[in-house]
């Protein structure tokens, strides 16, 4: 499996594994189905949300790792 970087979308994260999805919603992107966020990279999600894009990568490749 490929490892996800901030230029990973977050479609493309949740394509991966579905339960992913608790990650993007603990930092506050409850809007996962909505069309555009699934074509937002993981960078850009987080600069509008203002939290940190390597701290989320580290946290799903870590769960994808396991």
């Known amino acids: 499996m490929a490892a996800i970087t901030k230029k990973s979308t977050i479609g493309e994260v ?9 990650f993007f919603m603990e930092i506050g992107m409850h809007c996962l189905g909505c069309p555009a966020s699934q074509g937002e990279s993981i960078e850009e999600a987080c600069m509008v949300h203002g939290t940190n894009a390597d701290e989320l990568v580290a946290k799903l490749n870590a769960f994808l790792g396991e």
């Open 14 to 22: 949740l394509n991966m594994n579905i339960e992913t999805a608790r």
